[in-house]
């Protein structure tokens, strides 16, 4: 089955430490994304890669890193820098960016960080 | 950040009624998408309405778009409570969303 998928769901790390949280496509998309939810809110764009070796910031960068080693694999590293990880992230894969070619993009199922 | 807004925050029928939500959004576009969350799963793709279009259908939704007034709305036809989500309308090459309409449909 095509999909995006994120792991692990859940993940549980001491203040101070830096995670990895893994996402990873088999759609070839070419553009990929990580957004940041926290509790009733929106999602808000951490990074975006439009393709393999190239990433951008988006809104809320700062204590986040990313690599876009792999067409299918677009990682996102919390570090200790990031004042309050503790949160749901989201994956998405979109064909290419959304104002080319009216694409939609597809999301993996989250992982909820605690960081404790 | 050119993230949209939708509104109502919360939105609360029974099941049958109708449920309109509408999101409002900053900067020009090439088009407007609709997405639904269950609670603590991803997003799923639901419609998307070009800038040049003023309406479109999909089974019973029905989402408008006025660019004069960089606004769209969403409307739910003959809700049921598998309906009850949050939606998000998103905009922008990389996928800005907005904050999000809960929706909860009583049986």
């Known amino acids: 089955d095509g999909g995006i998928t994120q792991s692990p769901k859940y993940l549980f790390r001491k203040e101070g430490q830096n995670v990895t949280l893994s996402c990873e496509q088999n759609?070839?998309?070419?553009?990929m994304y990580w957004y940041r939810q926290d509790p009733g809110q929106g999602l808000r764009l951490i990074y975006y890669s439009q393709i393999v070796n190239d990433f951008q910031k988006g809104d809320i960068a700062e204590g986040y890193s990313v690599s876009r080693e792999k067409k299918e694999s677009f990682p996102l590293t919390v570090t200790s820098a990031q004042k309050n990880p503790t949160a749901f992230y989201l994956c998405?894969?979109?064909?290419?960016?959304?104002?080319?070619?009216?694409?939609?993009?597809?999301f993996g199922q989250g992982t909820r960080l605690t960081v404790v | 950040s050119q993230q949209g807004e939708e509104d109502p925050q919360a939105l609360s029928i029974q099941e049958g009624e109708n449920a309109t939500m509408n999101c409002s959004y900053k900067?020009?576009?090439?088009?407007l998408q609709w997405y639904r969350q269950n609670s603590g799963r991803g997003l799923v793709h639901l419609i998307l309405i070009r800038s040049n279009e003023r309406e479109k259908h999909s089974g019973r939704l029905r989402v408008t778009l006025d660019t004069s007034k960089k606004s769209s709305s969403l409307l739910i036809t003959a809700s049921r409570a598998a309906d009850t989500a949050s939606y998000f309308c998103?905009?922008?090459?990389?996928?800005?969303f907005g904050t999000g309409t809960s929706l909860t449909v009583i049986p």
């Open positions: 759609l070839n998309h070419d553009a």
């Open positions: 998405a894969s979109s064909r290419s960016l959304a104002g080319w070619g009216n694409t939609e993009a597809f």
């Open positions: 998103a905009t922008g090459n990389q996928f800005y």
């Open positions: 900067t020009s576009i090439n088009n």
